[in-house]
């Protein structure tokens, strides 16, 4: 079974930053694209980023675009999202997600528990 | 960019009702679309992706339809089970936009 592993979230200070990491698993990680999404406390999913299988084409949401970086390590099965410049509107549980194929124009077929970030002084 | 809008927002349907839910896209996005559930605390599950093709183990009562910008999730026959927020995603191309949810319960 799939497995998808995030770790890295907790409390920053606005203008913080943070790395999230996914440990993935039971999968041939580097033939699949992979995203984050995000969700506010109480609210619905945002999608943030997602990266092909190579980790050549990256994709982001204009409300995080030039502060969060999307990146994998194909040899360690793992994706990160670098968070800087946090803002308290980014405060939300971070999701790890597989898409279903190689490209990220797929569907999200396997979801991570989350990992929680709160921006606050 | 283009805007997925579900509607309703909410519902609330008998035990064996069936139950549809649109989502509807600012401009075409051909068939990529996933509906996606999500279950009072838990993760997003995803039940239907290129508009109309059942993720495995999906429940058959659970089906859906469209192409373009006007799409259609239909449950059948609700089941106490499927209480939970429905949300549609377009995946095309960036950014690949969530619909705002349609959270379900039993009357």
């Known amino acids: 079974e799939v497995q998808l592993l995030e770790s890295g979230g907790g409390l920053v200070q606005p203008g913080g930053s943070l790395r999230l990491s996914c440990a993935a698993s039971?999968?041939?990680?580097?033939?699949?694209?992979m995203s984050w999404v995000r969700q506010a406390p109480g609210k619905g999913l945002e999608w943030v980023s997602s990266l092909s299988g190579s980790g050549g084409s990256t994709y982001y949401a204009d409300s995080v675009k030039g502060r969060f970086t999307i990146s994998r390590d194909n040899s360690k099965n793992t994706l990160y999202l670098q968070m800087n410049s946090l803002r308290a509107e980014d405060s939300a549980v971070y999701y790890c997600a597989k898409n279903r194929g190689y490209s990220s124009s797929e569907a999200l077929d396997y979801w991570g528990q989350g990992t929680l970030v709160t921006v606050s002084s | 960019d283009i805007q997925m809008t579900q509607s309703p927002s909410s519902l609330s349907a008998s035990v064996g009702d069936r139950v549809t839910i649109t989502c509807r896209a600012s401009?075409?996005?051909?068939?990529?679309l996933a509906w996606y559930q999500q279950k009072p605390g838990k993760v997003p599950k995803l039940l239907i992706y290129?508009?109309?093709t059942l993720q495995s183990g999906v429940p058959s009562r659970f089906s859906g339809s469209g192409s373009g910008t006007d799409f259609t999730l239909t449950i059948s026959s609700l089941q106490p089970e499927d209480v939970a927020t429905y949300y549609c995603?377009?995946?095309?191309?960036?950014?690949?936009?969530f619909g705002q949810g349609t959270k379900v319960e039993i009357k």
């Open positions: 039971e999968f041939t990680f580097s033939n699949y694209a």
């Open positions: 290129a508009a109309s």
């Open positions: 995603q377009k995946y095309n191309s960036a950014p690949r936009t």
């Open positions: 401009q075409g996005v051909t068939n990529y």
